[in-house]
């Protein structure tokens, strides 16, 4: 069983998402023996903007700068990586309501037609439905139903609908928040969501199931 463990935030060690992705890695590798995970850092090492010429790639063109070269097999790893995933473990923090830009470029290099998802006459189709994603989301504040600041919510909704795109239904997401209010609300938040990681269910469940 394969699992990728990406994280996006830009706070390091101060990461609440971080945290939460980790917890959920970890407790998979300890239910999961042989389990082959690969850990990608896109904050650290992160992927450039997809560009012109690189989509003109994708439809056919030689690529012709060195430069380009190297960005379409970044580009190929990150995809092989994905589809090669039984288990897809996201750190997604909220910046300006919505995902960092890091997370976004990968999305930019995952979603990739004829590979994830195609175009059929009946509508789009998603082609990565394979594998179980979960997803630890952070934010500084509050954005549940009913909130003054939901509509402003860009983070949940629009990886549910880009995961939902390429096939994925086994979708699970853990969310800490309110993190921006205080020391004490970020302490019982992140207790509710380390607690919520202890109830996903672990490889032998799903088995089993
Ligand atoms: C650049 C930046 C933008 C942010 N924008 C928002 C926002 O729009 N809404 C919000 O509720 N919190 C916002 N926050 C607070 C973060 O969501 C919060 O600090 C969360 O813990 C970030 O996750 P991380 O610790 O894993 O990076 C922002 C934080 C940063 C650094």
Redesign the pocket.
């Known amino acids: 069983m394969k699992l990728l463990h990406l994280d996006s ?3 390091g060690g ?5 945290q939460l992705s980790a917890a959920i890695a970890g407790q998979l590798a300890e239910a999961t023996p042989g389990l082959e995970a690969v850990y990608r850092d896109l904050a650290a090492d992160p992927l450039s903007h997809l560009s012109g010429e690189h989509f003109a790639a994708r439809q056919g063109a030689v690529p012709e700068s060195p430069a380009m070269q190297k960005d379409i097999a970044a580009s190929q790893t990150v995809l092989d990586e994905f589809l090669a995933a039984d288990i897809v473990v996201i ?1 997604a ?5 919505g995902i960092p830009s890091q997370l976004k470029a990968w999305i930019d290099r995952v979603a990739v037609a004829g590979k994830t998802f195609r175009y059929t006459a009946t509508g789009p189709e998603g082609l990565a439905g394979n594998k179980r994603v979960i997803i630890a989301i ?4 509050f ?1 549940g139903v009913g909130m003054p600041a939901a509509a ?1 919510e860009h983070v949940e909704s629009y990886l549910r609908g880009v995961f939902g795109f390429l096939g994925v239904t086994d979708l699970e997401i853990v969310v ?2 309110g ?2 209010i205080g020391p004490d609300q970020r302490d019982k938040a992140m207790q509710g969501a380390l607690q919520a990681v202890t109830k996903l269910r672990v490889p032998a469940q799903l088995r089993a199931a």
């Open positions: 935030s830009i706070l101060n990461s609440a998402s971080r750190g923090p909220m910046y300006n309501f952070s934010r500084g504040g954005y402003l800490a928040e993190l921006g």
